[in-house]
């Protein structure tokens, strides 16, 4: 049966890279039945919002996968790709190949992968004016000294579970299995900031090593502060081979790791979930 995949070029700069990779994919697999949609702004602008977010989601639901630019808001397609399909692992290969401009003056031998957790984190997105926590009398998790909840200000909830968590460690775990039957490493390299935030990164922590103990014992473990991990993607890369992250951290990180071997254009990604992947 022809395969067929939905194209959201994006926001901003992102369709003048969707649109010449569309036409590369179009004379490798002249196969595959390409649905094209406008720009965020265009297809805003030509439909407005509501109707342009109906005709993206319908193209979504048919479409066997979906080849996404970057989105900055005009594009209603985020929160539907990611929450609405549940793709819940997002993957960047960081590998440098002859002819990329790498920054770094020996850049042979990069080639690891990042597993991001997509679906929670600071991401949910629940925010707020301080004073909504006044009713909790919140104190400082360091010193339990009572947090001034009538001060102008703004909170946001960081949310780590167990099942999201474990879902993405074997996922990662899976990634390392592979690599490893190619001849990697076979080593899955946790981070966070678990020293500062126990309960919530410690959860993350505890959870993705207790995987890779218990579920896949032919791997190799390790784990690091996710600042010092910050440096050893600059510092020592080659030493990586599938790093899983909690959504910020990955976010932010992958985006440095894109970096070290040339820029973002060189760092595809893919998300997915257990019925629908997009990239």
Not at 188 to 208: E, H
Not at 242 to 252: E, H, K, Q, R, T
Request: proline letters at 6%; glycine letters at 10%; aromatic letters at 8%.
């Amino acid at each position: 049966m022809t395969k067929r995949v939905a194209v959201l070029p994006g926001d901003d700069a992102a369709p003048e890279a969707v649109a010449p990779s569309v036409a590369l994919l179009k004379a490798l697999a002249p196969d595959i039945a390409w649905d094209e949609l406008p720009s965020g702004e265009d297809g805003t602008e030509r439909w407005g919002r509501e109707e342009f977010t109906r005709r993206m989601r319908a193209a979504v639901d048919r479409a066997d996968t979906t080849l996404f630019g970057a989105a900055s808001g005009k594009t209603p397609a985020t929160t539907y790709l990611r929450w609405g399909k549940g793709t819940y692992a997002n993957v960047r290969p960081v590998r440098w190949r002859p002819g990329f401009n790498s920054p770094l003056k020996r850049p042979e031998g990069i080639d690891f992968v990042i597993v991001r957790e997509n679906l929670e984190d600071l991401y949910v997105s629940v925010e707020g004016e301080l004073s909504g926590l006044a009713p909790l009398h919140p104190r400082r998790g360091r010193d339990g000294v009572a947090i001034d909840t009538s001060a102008p200000g703004a909170f946001a909830v960081k949310v780590i579970t167990e099942e999201n968590t474990r879902n993405i460690a074997r996922f990662a775990c899976q990634q390392a299995l592979r690599r490893k039957d190619a001849g990697g490493r076979g080593k899955v390299t946790c981070s966070a900031k678990y020293n500062v935030l126990p309960t919530t990164d410690g959860l993350f922590r505890r959870v993705v090593e207790a995987v890779v103990r218990d579920e896949f014992p032919s791997l190799i473990y390790e784990e690091f502060i996710v600042d010092d991990f910050a440096r050893r993607i600059v510092a020592a890369p080659y030493d990586l081979d599938v790093v899983v992250l909690p959504n910020l951290y990955g976010d932010i990180l992958s985006d440095v790791a894109a970096g070290v071997i040339g820029g973002l254009g060189l760092a595809p990604s893919g998300c997915y979930g257990a019925s629908y992947a997009y990239f």
